[in-house]
């Protein structure tokens, strides 16, 4: 479904993304793990269209996506959340999902009221989807942590993606929201057959939902296989799971 070979980007002349490559079929769950400044969030900017590569290419169902923008790469099929929180905190829970779904659709929130209506049961669905139904009308930056990054999802959903990119789904959530998010991401790829593609310092999650790992280290893609695989490697134990790695 995905497919990357031999993608660079330099930030004035430092690496950040160095020859990665990167393959994903349909319905697989990707992990991608590795310390920080690894290159994790770049290489998803550049999957997303936030970034451009330098070279390198990225093909998504047979097309070349490589080097468009964001927007457009999103109606392809590739739905995303970042690693910092991306909600407009004044409006509801249920508006920041419909806006995502009205921009799908090519509407606006305030341009066209009637698709606002329409847009209502697919916005209700989306929030059922990932457990926010009775939180729709709290005003977002009311939310606690845990909620705002699940509703990061819900907005990536909005977009209806073949393809969901999540940037650390769980960091700083406490172990029952990330227990809960370890499901939620269960049921996106079973129950809605999402092909997902996420990085995450939690190994437990890791482990324990993704079908294949890769391990990024100074830009580069070093290691990609099987859990089994990656948790054998001893260069991986000792250098980026700190010998902490869940039997
Ligand atoms: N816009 C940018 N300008 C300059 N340097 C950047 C930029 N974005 C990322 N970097 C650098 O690229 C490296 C990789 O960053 P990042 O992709 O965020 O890593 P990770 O997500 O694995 O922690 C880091 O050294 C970071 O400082
Ligand atoms: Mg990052």
Request: net charge negative.
């Amino acid at each position: 479904m995905l497919r990357i070979t031999g993608l660079n980007k330099s930030f004035d002349g430092f690496q950040a993304v160095a020859d990665a490559s990167l393959d994903i079929e349909k319905g697989e769950v990707v992990a991608v793990i590795g310390p920080n400044g690894a290159g994790k969030t770049t290489l998803f900017n550049l999957i997303t269209g936030q970034l451009t590569p330098d070279s390198g290419e990225i093909w998504f169902r047979e097309e070349n996506i490589t080097g468009l923008p964001a927007h457009v790469i999103s109606r392809k099929g590739i739905g995303r959340s970042f690693q910092i929180v991306n909600v407009f905190d004044r409006l509801t829970v249920f508006e920041n999902v419909q806006i995502a779904v009205l921009a799908r659709r090519g509407n606006t929130l305030n341009l066209f009221r009637p698709a606002r209506s329409m847009a209502v049961k697919e916005t209700g669905d989306v929030l059922a989807n990932v457990g926010l139904s009775e939180k729709r009308t709290m005003t977002s930056g009311m939310l606690s942590h845990g909620d705002r990054k699940v509703l990061e999802i819900a907005i990536a959903l909005g977009s209806r993606p073949e393809l969901l990119i999540l940037d650390e789904p769980t960091a700083g959530m406490s172990p029952d929201e990330t227990a809960a998010t370890l499901d939620l991401m269960t049921r996106l790829s079973g129950d809605l057959g999402l092909t997902i593609l996420f990085c995450e310092h939690d190994m437990g999650l890791v482990f324990s939902i993704a079908n294949r790992i890769t391990v990024m280290n100074h830009g580069a893609t070093i290691i990609q296989g099987l859990p089994e695989d990656v948790r054998r490697n001893r260069q991986v134990q000792k250098a980026y799971l700190g010998g902490d790695v869940p039997c």
